[in-house]
């Protein structure tokens, strides 16, 4: 918890910087491992304990991490991507910590990195099953709607991302993401 100038308390701190690349290290694949738990099973029930199926074992794993004094501190997005079948890549697993939600690019950048990397790695279409509730935010990311479907009991849309709205890039990129200071409310 952060005190402002004026003495009051901030309760909703938000870092100066985020990073959003491949999980490199052994802590932050602990902590892309960590938020999809709290999301997945402990806020969505979804999974009883553990999230983690078949794909992750071959699945790359990306994160997004605030970052404290201009170093990745905390895991707080994560999704994953993998290779289904020859130049078909799919996504899955988008999960973005609820203090860090407003902000509102973090799940947007987690999407690009995945097309992105699975564009350069081959794909000539990436796919995701998206929960109901967040299908037109990525319609407004360029994906279009192939169906629907239930998925863990709960509705889901089969959706497809426009590659040619997300040019390929390698496995080596990393991005910063600087969140715009919101103008405060004068009394």
């Not at 402002?4 to 910087?17: N, S």
């Not at 999980?23 to 694949?29: D, F, L, M, N, S």
């Not at 020859?86 to 973005?96: C, D, M, N, T």
């Not at 097309?115 to 319609?139: I, K, P, S, Y």
Request: hydrophobic share 40%.
């Amino acid at each position: 918890m952060s005190t402002t100038l004026e003495g009051v308390e901030d309760r909703h701190f938000i870092p100066t910087e985020y990073v959003v690349r491949l999980a490199r290290t052994p802590w932050e694949r602990a902590g892309y491992h960590a938020l999809r738990r709290e999301i997945f099973c402990t806020e969505q029930k979804i999974f009883a304990d553990d999230d983690r199926d078949a794909i992750d074992a071959t699945a790359i794993p990306i994160i997004a991490a605030c970052c404290m004094a201009g170093m990745p501190d905390r895991i707080v997005g994560a999704v994953r991507i993998h290779n289904a079948e020859p130049g078909l890549w799919r996504g899955s697993r988008l999960a973005v910590h609820a203090d860090h939600r407003k902000l509102g690019r973090i799940g947007a950048e987690l999407i690009r990195m995945a097309v992105c990397t699975a564009h350069g790695l081959g794909a000539t279409r990436f796919l995701a099953q998206v929960q109901e509730q967040n299908v037109l935010f990525f319609r407004r990311l360029h994906w279009k709607s192939l169906g629907t479907s239930f998925l863990h009991g709960l509705p889901h849309h089969d959706m497809q991302a426009d590659l040619s709205r997300y040019p390929a890039h390698g496995q080596d990129q990393t991005w910063l993401l600087r969140p715009q200071p919101r103008a405060r409310q004068v009394a």
